[in-house]
């Protein structure tokens, strides 16, 4: 019989390429809590959240999702989950402290003075409710009280913790910051402001330019608080100036595991790739910061000089390209650009930058130096030499001040030095609109509203810049969350520009924030009818509607938008990635299959969602054709060459996969991603011993988790290791018992123990997660060899939820031809034929339902069709044998039975009765 349990477990190792999973709410919050233990906490978040989604009413999944965001620095998020977390009546004593903080860290001033402000709090958390009330105070500007509160907590007698921590930011407010920290040092380690206190020290050091000092408290205190993004990036700025920078390097590695999307961090690592040459490193860095946001000039510029050293010309030029309306202050870069776009013949384009550029600026060997020196951390004493270098050719030149101001304005620890360039700019020329705008974005960035808002006072009497002053003004008192005043000055916008676009979009943001979604609404709706051409607020209705109407109208708005302006390639990347996020996969692929789209420029959200989208549908041509397309474009991107390397691998077209995989690997030895896949490769080409010696490669950590435990068990398995074998796929059942474990040890326990044991084995598993999926078609296909009728009542259940499952209905013919009900036998085969026509199992099933019904011509026809495919099958060959000995063709029958080889007490059994034929 061709019924083998396998049948299922060995399309698994494939599978694994694509993933799958679903679990339900507890499943999802009990996996996160693992993370959280394991400090695993990107997984622990999805986790968390997946559970939240599920069970959005549960308040303790909100509060552990809301301190698993404040652990990780995600304190914006941390807010929201803990006040709905309080709100649903989560215990007060593990909430509140928690919630003080996050609002605190995520700059919610005034939420934290308004939280529980009428409330009687116990001794025990109000003292520090109070001290986060005064921190909120003293961003807030508000000082006087401020102080006023820490006089209080510092005079108080009952908490000592308190008193000197808020002694300490006495100290602080008074400029002394020496004092500051041996006052902070005081507070305990078993109390709860004891990570804060660190934190302060850690910030007063490197105030006081004690680098060193400042090393060892941060480091302290991100014992306690790991993955604290900001205090992490402070250490980096430390190790920087003291020039540690392979600790530095160290540091960035952590925060690229824990963020590896963070531009920040990619951008950091960047700059020190690109100082130690490593060109390949440092574009896959600032094209990660680039990918994930940011955008500015300093970034770029990184990557368009790493493409040129790898001679990537088309793709330094793309990333100038980004940039070019910023490149007439890099005169340098200029002259590159220029040169780039000769070679690209884009030549009336560089004829007019050379023609507008001043000789003196064609010196681009010293230019470009100070261009990217100005990026670099690393040697601060040439960074500070080569800044005092530019300051004596620009002093007293607001453009080159204002040029200064961007640029350190992306390096970390500078922006107070920049904030100090674009206000001498300002003074020396007022009328300077960009740079008053820059400074105004930069006071936004450092929670400075109030600088930033008095900074555009002088547009408000201008007709033409009026409305763009209130705006600014509108936007700082929403982050502040001031509504009614930012209300009144949208008002004032509106007066001086009737219905901006930004003015619209700032309403449709207060009126949201008001939970008025319907005015939002509105409002966005006037703006896109206004404005057809502006995304944000077409992106913004979608993100409003997309959980009602599942984004239906906003998705009818970007197509009409986009049938007046076919051209606007980010309309239609947009509209795309709308028909993605509502899973119209079809729709997605037929708005961005545009062929103008298709470049070599395209952003890795283009290729990223047309792959996927045409994935989803199962359409692998085109997805390996596309994957190969963006890799011969991008050969050295990281995201092009796995999902190349993934696609040949699902082709099963190892041999042209591993390579690509062992080029990323050199770059990135110990990603997880990449050895994973290529294990699973190598387990594909029968390759296991050198699937094993790269499972070795993977960090411990890593190695231990439940999927890579499975991963090893396959292999170990198929390389015929059974006792290994099943203690990894054991480990990995105990850390995720998932129905697709438990089929991999059912079907050892079946082959290398006792079918009782699998069938008990399945039982107990059962007992804990009913049969369901792949798993009970096993188990059904299990029971054939000890319970036929309680299997056939399986098969029927699973044959009414799947009615074309062609393994069911394959095993349900074998099973009736075996009790010569042919009729029905071969109802069912002709079924599953219609489903898999090609699959030998079912071939050969259909073989014996005709050879049973003397059609031994038609049945010799399909037997040979199932050995060509799966020319090695004993059973089929035998049962091939068979028909052609009933037919008369005895010596061809002799001929296929003398390459049977290695039979079983069952096809021995079945070659008997063949050669009983024979004579």
Not at 738 to 764: G, N, W
Request: aromatic letters at 8%.
């Amino acid at each position: 019989m061709i019924k083998k349990t396998t049948l299922l477990a060995g399309a698994v190792m494939l599978a694994l390429l694509a993933g799958c999973s679903g679990k339900d709410a507890t499943e999802h919050y009990t996996d996160g809590l693992s993370f959280i233990a394991d400090k695993k906490y990107n997984a622990a978040v999805i986790e968390l959240k997946s559970a939240v989604q599920q069970a959005p009413d549960n308040a303790d999944y909100r509060l552990a999702l809301g301190l698993l965001h404040l652990q990780i620095g995600d304190n914006v998020s941390a807010e929201k989950e803990l006040t709905r977390a309080m709100e649903l009546g989560a215990d007060q004593q593990k909430v509140v402290l928690p919630l003080f903080r996050a609002s605190y860290q995520a700059g919610s001033y005034p939420a934290v003075l308004q939280l529980l402000a009428d409330a009687t709090l116990p001794d025990n958390v109000a003292v520090y409710a109070d001290t986060y009330r005064a921190l909120a105070q003293l961003e807030l500007g508000d000082a006087d009280a401020a102080i006023a509160l820490f006089d209080k907590l510092a005079t108080q007698q009952q908490f000592t913790d308190v008193a000197s921590y808020a002694q300490a930011h006495l100290l602080v407010a008074n400029r002394n910051n020496a004092g500051a920290v041996e006052t902070a040092k005081q507070v305990a380690e078993d109390s709860p402001l004891y990570a804060e206190a660190l934190y302060l020290q850690g910030r007063s050091l490197l105030a006081e330019e004690n680098y060193q000092a400042s090393i060892d408290a941060l480091r302290s205190y991100l014992q306690l608080v790991p993955n604290n993004l900001q205090a992490r990036l402070m250490l980096t700025q430390s190790l920087v100036q003291t020039t540690q920078l392979e600790e530095a390097d160290k540091q960035l590695a952590l925060l690229l595991k824990a963020f590896p999307n963070q531009p920040l961090v990619n951008y950091l690592k960047a700059m020190l790739e690109y100082e130690r040459k490593g060109y390949v490193k440092a574009k896959e860095h600032a094209e990660a910061a680039i990918n994930n946001g940011m955008r500015n000039s300093s970034v770029r510029i990184i990557a368009a000089l790493s493409s040129l050293n790898q001679q990537l010309n088309s793709q330094a030029l793309h990333h100038l390209d980004a940039i070019k309306t910023e490149l007439h202050k890099y005169a340098p870069l200029q002259n590159l650009y220029a040169q780039l776009q000769l070679q690209s013949g884009q030549t009336v384009q560089a004829k007019d930058i050379l023609l507008n550029q001043d000789a003196q600026t064609l010196d681009t060997q010293l230019l470009a130096a100070t261009t990217f020196q100005l990026l670099k951390t690393g040697d601060n004493k040439a960074a500070q030499e080569l800044i005092a270098k530019y300051e004596q050719r620009t002093e007293k030149d607001s453009k080159s001040l204002t040029q200064l101001g961007m640029l350190r304005m992306n390096i970390a620890g500078q922006q107070a030095l920049a904030l100090r360039d674009l206000e001498q700019a300002l003074q020396l020329d007022p009328g300077q609109n960009q740079t008053r705008v820059l400074l105004a974005i930069s006071y936004l960035r450092q929670n400075m509203f109030a600088e930033a808002s008095k900074t555009v006072d002088e547009w408000l009497d201008n007709e033409e810049l009026a409305v763009l002053g209130y705006n600014i003004k509108a936007y700082a008192a929403i982050l502040q969350q001031q509504l009614p005043e930012a209300d009144a000055l949208l008002q004032q916008a509106q007066q001086a520009a009737t219905d901006h676009p930004f003015t619209l979009l700032l309403q449709a943001n207060l009126a949201a924030a008001r939970d008025d979604m319907a005015t939002a609404q509105q409002l966005l709706i006037k703006s896109m009818e206004l404005y057809p051409g502006y995304i944000p607020a077409l992106q913004q209705y979608f993100g409003m509607n997309v959980a009602n109407d599942n984004g239906a109208d906003a998705i009818k708005r970007a197509n009409s938008m986009l049938e007046k302006a076919p051209d606007d390639k980010s309309l239609r990347l947009t509209l795309g990635r709308m028909y993605y996020h509502t899973q119209a996969y079809q729709q997605a692929i037929d708005v961005l299959s545009e062929p103008s789209l298709r470049t070599e420029t395209a952003p890795a959200a283009f290729w990223v969602t047309l792959l996927d989208a045409h994935a989803k549908l199962r359409n692998h041509k085109e997805v390996l054709s596309l994957s190969e397309q963006w890799y011969k474009w991008a050969p050295d991107n990281f995201n092009a060459a796995y999902f190349y390397a993934n696609s040949l691998g699902l082709a099963q077209r190892f041999n042209e996969a591993l390579p690509i995989l062992d080029k990323q690997l050199q770059l990135n030895p110990t990603n997880l991603m990449l050895l994973r896949s290529k294990i699973l490769q190598l387990a594909e080409t029968k390759d296991y011993a050198k699937a094993l010696e790269t499972l070795r490669q993977v960090k411990p950590d890593d190695a231990a988790t439940a999927e890579m435990q499975f991963i090893k068990g396959r292999v170990l398995f198929l390389n015929g290791q059974i006792p290994p074998a099943m203690e990894a796929f054991t480990a990995s059942y105990d850390l995720a018992p998932s129905d697709q474990t438990a089929m991999f040890i059912a079907e050892v326990y079946s082959k290398d123990y006792s079918h009782q044991r699998a069938v008990q084995f399945l039982e107990q598993h059962f007992a804990k997660s009913p049969a369901s999926g792949n798993l009970k078609l096993f188990y059904a296909n299990l029971l054939l060899q000890s319970d036929k009728a309680k299997s056939f009542r399986l098969y029927d259940e699973i044959l009414t939820e799947s009615p074309d499952n062609y393994i069911v209905l394959n095993n349900y013919a074998w099973e009736l031809a075996a009790a010569d009900q042919l009729e029905q036998a071969q109802q069912y085969i002709e079924k599953a034929l219609q489903q898999a026509p090609k699959h030998p199992d079912v071939l050969d099933t259909y073989g014996k339902v005709l050879m049973k019904q003397n059609k031994l011509a038609e049945a010799v026809k399909v037997f040979e069709q199932s050995l060509a495919i799966r020319p090695e099958n004993n059973l089929v060959q035998l049962n091939y044998a068979e028909a052609l000995a009933r037919s008369g063709s005895k010596d061809k029958a002799r001929s296929i039975i003398a390459r049977v080889k290695n039979l079983n007490s069952e096809q021995n059994q079945k070659l008997a009765e063949i050669n009983a034929l024979l004579n």
